[in-house]
């Protein structure tokens, strides 16, 4: 038949403590996992929190950890599940709780903010920029990102080591270092601003052990390890480890 009646158990709570509650609840043919919070706040529990907006997998809010990995719920397909298990849903564990299936995020925000800005280059007007068609496609992958912080829940450096939250600013904003640091018109260097250096010194590159659990929870399929983190850590190296490299890197950007 089309529809069943599943086992959920859903983490409810606050700051102060919670649990796991058990629900039985039908379920029809096509639906996502958000779906089935939504019918269990329509008719056993309509105080359950939950974050979400589009249902479309564009906005990001409602990232929740399904047995256990970090994922959207309004993408997450029931029908990936057996019917007879039991689907776990937890809040994101990296992150304080504020209710139920919400997060406080906002380390997030905080860590954004530490980015330093595009710098525009000081001797161009607008309409005088010019980059090559590769330096303008490689960013857009990076472009895509939805901050759903999955994989800022997910990588191992903070999820379960709040003290390393201060030093570390977690993949996806290092991923943005290593997008302002890869665009040829950024003249943040002529500033004083060495964003190599900074990634290290400031965002904790250093903390990135390359185990691409970020890439593999990414809802927007972004190769985050691969195309970001390993290219900056590569030029990072070169300037701090080689100095002919770095004056090579100096001379050619003049
Ligand atoms: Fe989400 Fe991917 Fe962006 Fe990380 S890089 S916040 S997993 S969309
Ligand atoms: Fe963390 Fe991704 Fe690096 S999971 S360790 S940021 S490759
Ligand atoms: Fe927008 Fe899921 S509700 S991504």
């Known amino acids: 038949s089309t529809s069943y009646t599943a086992h959920f158990r859903v983490w409810r709570g606050d700051i102060d403590g919670g649990g796991l509650t058990d629900f039985e609840v039908e379920v029809h043919e096509g639906e996502v996992v958000l779906d089935i919070v939504h019918r269990l706040q329509a008719t056993q529990a309509p105080d359950l929190a939950v974050r979400w907006n589009c249902k479309a997998g ?8 399904i047995n256990g990995r970090p994922r959207l719920l309004c993408m ?51 309409g005088e920029y010019r980059m090559q068609q590769e330096d303008v496609e490689r960013p857009q992958e990076f472009r ?58 400031e965002h904790g590159l250093g903390y990135c ?3 691409k659990c970020c890439t593999d929870v990414c809802p927007e399929h972004i190769k985050i390890t691969d195309n970001a983190l390993i290219p900056l850590k590569e030029r990072a190296a070169d300037r701090k ?7 090579g890197n100096k001379i050619r950007r003049r």
């Not at 564009?58 to 950890?65: I, P």
């Not at 906002?106 to 530490?114: L, T």
């Not at 480890?241 to 004056?247: F, G, S």
Request: some cysteine; overall charge negative; proline content about 7%.
């Open 58 to 65: 564009k906005c990001g809010s409602c990232s929740a950890e």
């Open 76 to 126: 997450t397909r029931m029908s990936v599940f057996e019917r007879t298990e039991t689907v776990t849903i937890t809040p994101l564990r990296a992150f304080p709780i504020v209710r139920d299936l919400v997060t406080d995020v906002s380390y997030n925000y905080a860590k954004a903010r530490e980015v330093p800005a595009f710098v525009p280059p000081q001797d161009l007007g607008p």
């Open 144 to 201: 895509k990102c939805i901050e759903c912080f999955l994989c800022q829940d997910t990588c191992h450096v903070v999820r379960d080591h709040e003290e390393n939250k201060q030093a570390f600013a977690g993949p996806r904003f290092l991923m943005r270092v290593a997008e302002l640091d890869m665009h040829p018109l950024d003249a943040a260097e002529e500033t004083g601003l060495d964003r190599k250096t900074t990634a290290q010194d």
């Open 209 to 211: 052990n390359i185990t």
């Open 241 to 247: 480890y080689d100095p002919i490299v770095w004056l």
